[in-house]
Nanobody, 130 residues
Framework: QVQLVESGGGSVQPGGSLRLSCVTS????????VGWFRQAPGKEREAVSC????????HYGDSVKGRFIISRDNAKNTVYLQMNSLKPEDTAAYYC???????????????????????WGKGTLVTVSS
């Protein structure tokens, strides 16, 4: 059974840091890329970062480039999102997802995962406020 479970969200002051985790099951990180997305209240979902299955190459949206770092631990089936220098505009629900379409699902397409058979976690809330 495919599952993605996020954790690590919380409340932090501007300039602070958080590390989100996405524990996956039912597939392996060397076969399928994983992406992080976020959605703030009243806004559309935004792709934040993606890590490729092929070589672990990483991709970031312009709004987080230089502040966020995506990484993975294949042995733990876990993808991380280290978020530094947080800003109030980073406040959102954060989701991890993977496109489990055979072959095409291993790549990142810019900062996105593929648009095939996407599986999502339930999200973790990040609030950045003073």
């Amino acid at each position: 059974q495919v599952q993605l479970v996020e954790s690590g969200g919380g409340s932090v002051q501007p300039g602070g840091s958080l590390r989100l985790s996405c524990v996956t099951s039912g597939f392996t990180l060397d076969q399928y890329a994983v992406g992080w997305f976020r959605q703030a209240p009243g806004k559309e979902r935004e792709a934040v970062s993606c890590i490729s299955a092929i070589d672990g190459s990483t991709h970031y949206g312009d709004s987080v480039k230089g502040r966020f770092i995506i990484s993975r631990d294949n042995a733990k089936n876990t993808v991380y999102l280290q978020m530094n220098s947080l800003k109030p505009e980073d406040t959102a629900a954060y989701y991890c997802a993977s496109d489990l379409t055979y072959a095409s699902g291993k790549f990142c397409y810019g900062v996105q995962i593929g648009h095939g058979t996407r599986h999502w976690g339930k999200g973790t809330l990040v609030t950045v406020s003073s």
